[in-house]
């Protein structure tokens, strides 16, 4: 087991590397960098198009060679790439990732900062998932070939097919915009500060409602199907059919022996799930909610060439990814010691 956990983490420095090094790649070929942007908003009016790279376009033209080379100097362009990238992998593995072009933070900071909404976001997506989706598969497993079957796997289906981009506009456009039973954007109301204790989480339930509405629709499907074929595999099996013949309740059976079993699969899935709410879908729905949280960061970031901010973030993201993965492995050891990584 310490040598697979070893192997696995040895692993993920070539795969930081490579994700790290295509993603600096193409943004040297970028138009429109921070340079670029700079010199535009300096000569407002006069107008500027990219040739690319960041380093090289019209805009420069007519302006002091000293102040260019000073803007260069401001955002590290005056260092040749393959300097600059090997800098950027120093500070990586101090951990240190940088400090924005634009919002003169630090990209720790900024994610720290951002992180309370991408959580409140995902805690709720992933609790109210799998508190829908568990007890909804077990019940098409024991009704299994039944019309509520049919229909519950019909109406999963279906929102499941929904992207979750699309539902929110739906929402948005009915209850935000025709009813006005929720707020269009953000997490509180600006009067936050000035609301009792019980009127802040009634107002942040508020706001939080259609964001979470849109992002739980989608999510729930795979877990719902998967309890299910799981309950089916397990009721299927002869220890099933030696518990029912001592004379044991049904309840019994399925609840004691049958949900200990069947829920192997999805216990080893609670760590990727758990991770992949905060990180995966939210982008869309933060721009669209106006929820300024980690996706609306990396959205704008990217809009804006702030590469440090672009970089640091796909760091802290891959890295998550690449540990939760491991632990999602590891789980399947805890959860069912039959499992072996010799």
């Known amino acids: 087991m310490l040598a697979y956990i070893l192997k696995r983490l040895l692993l993920m420095v070539p795969t930081l590397f490579g994700v790290l090094l295509l993603t600096f790649v193409v943004i040297q070929f970028v138009p429109g960098g921070p340079v670029e942007q700079y010199m ?35 955002y590290g362009f005056d260092k040749p790439a393959h300097e600059r990238f090997f800098q950027m992998l120093g500070q990586f593995a101090r951990f240190d990732l940088g400090r924005s072009f634009f919002q003169n933070k630090d990209v720790s900071q900024l994610l720290w900062e951002k992180l309370p ?21 077990v019940a098409k497993a024991v009704r ?18 929904i992207p979750g981009f699309v539902l929110g506009v739906a929402l948005l456009v009915i209850f935000g915009g025709q009813l006005q039973w ?14 009792s204790w019980g009127a802040r989480v009634v107002d942040y339930l508020w706001h939080i409602a259609m964001p979470v509405t849109a ?11 998967l309890t299910k074929n799981a309950f ?11 518990a029912r013949a001592k004379g044991l309740d049904e309840r019994q059976v399925l609840w004691k022996h049958v949900f200990r079993n069947a829920l192997i699969p999805i216990i ?34 990217v809009i804006r060439r702030d590469y ?24 399947y050891v805890w959860v069912d010691p039959r499992v072996k990584f010799d």
């Open 117 to 137: 909404v991408s959580i409140s976001l995902g805690l709720w997506t992933f609790f109210i998932s799998y508190l829908i989706a568990v007890p909804l598969g």
């Open 268 to 301: 080893t899935g609670f760590p990727a799930a758990f991770i992949g709410a905060f990180f995966t879908g939210s982008l869309l729905i933060e721009t669209l909610f106006s929820l300024d949280g980690l996706g609306l960061l990396s959205y704008e970031s």
């Open 40 to 74: 535009a908003e300096a000569k407002a009016g006069r107008g500027s198009s990219a040739e690319g790279g960041g380093l090289s376009y019209r805009g420069a033209q007519g302006v002091d060679p000293k102040r260019l080379e000073q803007i260069k100097a401001l």
């Open 215 to 225: 992002m739980v629709l989608g999510s729930f499907a795979v877990t719902t199907m």
């Open 182 to 195: 929720f707020p269009l954007r953000g997490l509180t109301s600006s009067n936050w500060d000035e609301l």
């Open 308 to 331: 440090p901010v672009v970089l640091g973030t796909l760091y802290f993201f891959t890295l998550i990814g690449l540990v939760t993965k491991l632990i999602s492995d590891l789980s």
């Open 144 to 161: 299994a070939g039944s019309r509520f079957d049919l229909v519950t796997t019909l109406l999963v289906l279906v929102g499941y097919a």
């Open 232 to 242: 089916l595999e397990e009721i299927r099996k002869q220890y099933v059919v030696t």
